[in-house]
C-alpha cells in the first residue's frame, strides 16, 4: 500500500474514530442525563413528601394529642353548658400553640357521644359539622374526610376519644384545606409533567394536575415514568409524586438538537482541518517520504530533491546533512563491526581448541596403551569398541562444524562414557531420559563431554564402586533443558564459590586455559552466551550430601550469525 492510501484510509479510520468517540459520548451523556433526572426527580420527590408530611405529621400529632389528652376527655364529657364552653378556652390555646402560622390546617372540631361539637378552628356552619359527624359516628378507626363547602374543599379524618374503660366518649376531626395545600404546591414552580398528589385509600384525593382527580393510584403508576409514594404516619394519606415520560424527554430532545448541531460543527471543522493538512502537510510530506524511499541506506544513500515548501525544503537539507553523516557512520560501523566478527571468531576458536586439547595425545597415548593391554589379555571384543569409541571422539573433536545434532551429541557422550567404563571396568553407570523432539534440533558442539569428564575424573576419582551419573534432557516452550547429576565428591565451598562468580563474570573475563574444575566450565558458560544470549548458561548446585548438578540452559534456536 503506497503513501497516499495509507493517508486516505488512515483519515477515514481517524473521521469513524472521532465519530465513534462522538456516539460513545453521545449515549453516555444521554445515560448521565437520564441518571441526574433520576436523581433530581428524587431529591424533589423527597423534598416535596418531606414538607407535606409535616403537615400531615402535624394533623396526626394534634389529633393524637386530643383524643388522648385528660382535658379533652373531660370538656366532651361534661354535661354542664356553662362549664362546658368554660373548660374550652384552655383547649383551643393548647391547640393554637401547636399550629404554626404557616400551617395549612383549616379546621379542627371536637363532638362528644351526643354529637355536641365544638368548633375550635374552621368556618365550617352547623350543617355541614353534623354532616361531618355522621360520617365519623360509626367508624372505630382513623377515617379520611372530604368535606365540600360553598367556597372551598377539605380533607382530613377523626379520631375517636375513649375514657379509661375504653368506651368511645367522643371524637376530634383534623381538616386541611384543600386551596391552602395547592398554594403550597404551586411554589415548588414544578414542571407540567410533575405531579405531586394526595392520596386515600388508594385514590388521589387532591393533585396539582386535574385529570388525576379521583384516579386509583395503580393506575397512576402504570403510566408514570417516575414514581414515589409516602405514607403518612397513622393516617389514612399518602403523598404521591410522579412524573411523565415526558419529563425526560423534553431534556433528551434539547440534547439531541444540541449533539446534532455539536456534530454538524465537527464534521465541518475535519473536514476543513482534513482539507488543510492534505494541502499545506500531508502532500509535501508524502512527496519528502517517496524521495526517501528511492533511497538505497546500503549503498550510497544520495540526496532529497526539493520539495517547493519552505519548511518542508528545510527538513529536506537537515535530512540530507542527516544521510551524508549516516554514509560516514554505516563505513565507520561496518569496519568495527568487521573487527569485533574477526575478534570473536578468533575467541570462539581459541574456546573450542581449549575444549578439544582434553581429549589430547596424553588420552589418546593411554587409550592406545589399554588396547594393547587387551589384546595381550585376549580381549579382543573390548579392544575393538575400545578401538571404535576412540576413533569416534578423535573424528568429533576435530570436526569443523560449530554445531552438532542434539542427538547425535547423546551418542557421543555413550561412546565416551563406554570408553570410560572399559577403562575403569564398568565403574560408571549412566541413566539417560531424553525427550525425543530433541533430534530436530542442534547445540554447539562439545558442551556435554567436558562436564560429564568432570564427574569421572574428579567426582568419582576416590569411589571404588557403582558410580550413578543421571543426565536427562527436555524440550520446553522457548528453550532446551540438560540435566546432569552425579553423587561424587562435588565441589568444595571456596571452589564452588570461586567458579560462581567467574561464571557470573565469564563475558568480561580473559580466555581460560587450564583444569576441567574451573576453566571447561567456564569457556563452556562463555559459549552458550555467545551462542544464545547471557539469559542461557550454566546453573551449578552442589548436592547434599554430596554430589554436583549442572543445568545447561540454551536456546532452541542461536541468535548470533552461525550456520546451524
Known amino acids: 500500500m503506497n503513501i497516499k492510501k495509507k493517508y486516505y484510509m488512515w483519515s477515514m479510520i481517524l473521521i469513524a474514530f472521532v465519530f465513534l468517540v462522538w456516539g460513545i459520548f453521545y449515549y453516555y451523556l444521554t445515560e448521565l442525563i437520564q441518571k441526574n433526572t433520576q436523581l433530581q426527580l428524587n431529591n424533589t420527590g423527597n423534598q416535596i413528601m418531606k414538607d407535606l408530611g409535616d403537615e400531615f405529621y402535624n394533623m396526626e400529632q394534634i389529633t393524637f394529642t386530643l383524643s388522648q389528652s385528660e382535658m379533652v376527655k373531660a370538656f366532651v364529657s361534661e354535661d354542664s353548658v356553662k362549664e362546658y364552653y368554660l373548660r374550652a378556652q384552655p383547649i383551643n390555646e393548647m391547640i393554637l400553640g401547636m399550629i404554626s402560622n404557616e400551617s395549612m390546617i383549616g379546621s379542627v372540631i371536637t363532638y362528644n357521644k351526643e354529637g355536641v361539637f365544638y368548633r375550635f378552628l374552621g368556618e365550617q356552619g352547623n350543617t355541614e359539622c353534623d354532616k361531618i359527624y355522621y360520617m365519623i359516628r360509626d367508624k372505630e378507626s382513623p377515617e379520611h374526610l372530604v368535606i365540600k363547602t360553598k367556597d372551598k374543599r377539605l380533607i382530613g379524618y377523626g379520631s375517636g376519644i375513649y375514657n379509661i374503660n375504653n368506651n368511645r366518649i367522643g371524637a376530634v376531626v383534623v381538616l386541611l384545606d384543600e386551596e391552602a395545600i395547592l398554594t403550597r404546591l404551586d411554589e415548588y414552580n414544578q414542571p407540567d409533567t410533575l405531579h405531586i398528589s394526595v392520596a386515600a385509600k388508594n385514590e388521589i384525593v387532591i393533585s396539582d394536575t386535574k385529570e388525576l382527580m379521583g384516579k386509583d393510584i395503580q393506575d397512576v403508576r402504570k403510566n408514570a415514568y417516575y414514581y414515589a409514594k409516602k405514607h403518612m404516619g397513622i393516617t389514612p394519606f399518602s403523598i404521591l409524586v410522579t412524573a411523565d415520560i415526558g419529563y425526560l424527554e423534553s431534556s433528551k430532545f434539547y440534547f439531541t438538537v444540541a449533539a446534532l448541531i455539536t456534530g454538524i460543527a465537527l464534521v465541518s471543522l475535519l473536514l476543513i482541518f482534513g482539507f488543510a493538512m492534505r494541502k499545506y502537510f500531508f502532500k509535501p510530506m508524502i512527496r519528502v517520504l517517496e524521495s526517501v524511499e528511492h533511497l538505497d541506506l546500503e549503498k550510497t544513500p544520495g540526496s532529497l530533491s526539493y520539495i517547493g515548501s519552505e519548511e518542508f ?67 579382543l571384543e573390548r579392544a575393538v569398541d575400545l578401538c571404535d569409541g576412540l576413533s569416534m571422539l578423535v573424528r568429533y573433536a576435530h570436526d569443523e562444524d560449530e554445531f552438532i545434532n542434539i542427538w547425535d551429541e547423546f551418542y557421543i557422550l555413550q561412546s565416551y562414557i563406554n570408553i570410560m567404563n572399559i577403562r575403569y571396568n ?12 530433541l533430534m530436530d534440533y542442534k547445540m554447539p558442539r562439545m558442551l556435554l563431554q567436558p562436564i560429564v569428564e568432570n564427574a569421572v575424573v574428579h567426582g568419582y576419582s576416590n569411589f571404588k564402586n557403582k558410580c550413578l551419573i543421571d543426565i536427562s534432557a527436555k524440550v520446553e516452550a522457548d528453550k532446551i533443558s540438560i540435566h546432569i547429576r552425579d553423587e561424587g565428591e562435588g565441589l568444595s565451598e571456596e571452589l564452588f564459590s570461586e567458579l560462581k562468580l567467574r561464571m557470573e563474570n ?12 574451573k576453566v571447561a566450565m567456564i569457556n563452556i558458560n562463555r559459549r552458550i552466551g555467545y551462542y544464545y544470549g547471557d539469559e542461557y548458561g550454566l546453573v551449578l548446585k552442589n548436592v547434599i550430601p554430596h554430589g554436583l548438578e549442572v543445568d545447561i540452559i540454551i536456546g532452541k534456536v542461536p541468535k548470533c550469525n552461525v550456520d546451524v
Open 506 to 517: 565469564s563475558a568480561s573475563e580473559p580466555e581460560s586455559t587450564g583444569g576441567i574444575e
Open 426 to 437: 564398568n565403574k560408571f553407570e549412566v541413566n539417560f531420559d531424553l525427550d525425543d523432539r
Open 313 to 379: 525544503d528545510k527538513l529536506v537539507i537537515k535530512l540530507n546533512e542527516m544521510l551524508r553523516k549516516i554514509d560516514t557512520k554505516n563505513k565507520n560501523i561496518q569496519e568495527a563491526m568487521l573487527l569485533v566478527k574477526n575478534t570473536e571468531i578468533k575467541r570462539q576458536k581459541a574456546i573450542i581448541l581449549s575444549l578439544k586439547k582434553q581429549i589430547n595425545a596424553h588420552f589418546t597415548v593411554n587409550m592406545l596403551n589399554l588396547i594393547r593391554i587387551l589384546v595381550t589379555k585376549k580381549e
